[in-house]
């Protein structure tokens, strides 16, 4: 019964910013994280976080872009900032509980364009 939520997304002018939320319920989370998919092109791992707080990005976001996590709120954010019409893609929450079971979101659309 594990779920997660996510909201934030939306039309962002290139070189703006944009947060992230991914609300998970139902486990104890070990890893959440980020991916994308823009069209026609393959699924890409984009940020990643342990609930000890240590992260990783992909090296297309480096710099541009930070997730973070509320563990008590079982919240994980994604802040982008500097954001590039590349960036342009669906974006999906991950999570891996600590029993080992994996959950995904919806997924939530990011437009960059003036």
């Known amino acids: 019964q594990v779920q997660l939520v996510e909201s934030g997304g939306g039309l962002v002018q290139p070189g703006g910013s944009l947060r992230l939320s991914c609300a998970a319920s139902?486990?104890?989370?070990?890893?959440m994280g980020w991916s994308r998919q823009a069209p026609g092109k393959e699924r890409e791992t984009v940020a990643a976080?342990?609930?000890?707080?240590?992260?990783s990005y992909a090296d297309s976001v480096k710099g541009r872009f930070t997730i973070s996590r509320d563990n008590a709120e079982n919240t994980v954010y994604l802040q982008m900032s500097s954001l590039k019409p590349e960036d342009t893609a669906v974006y999906y929450c991950?999570?891996?509980?600590?029993?080992?079971?994996?959950?995904w979101g919806q997924g939530t659309l990011v437009t960059v364009s003036s």
């Open positions: 991950n999570a891996r509980t600590v029993y080992g079971s994996d959950a």
């Open positions: 139902g486990s104890i989370f070990r890893t």
């Open positions: 976080i342990t609930r000890g707080g240590s992260t």
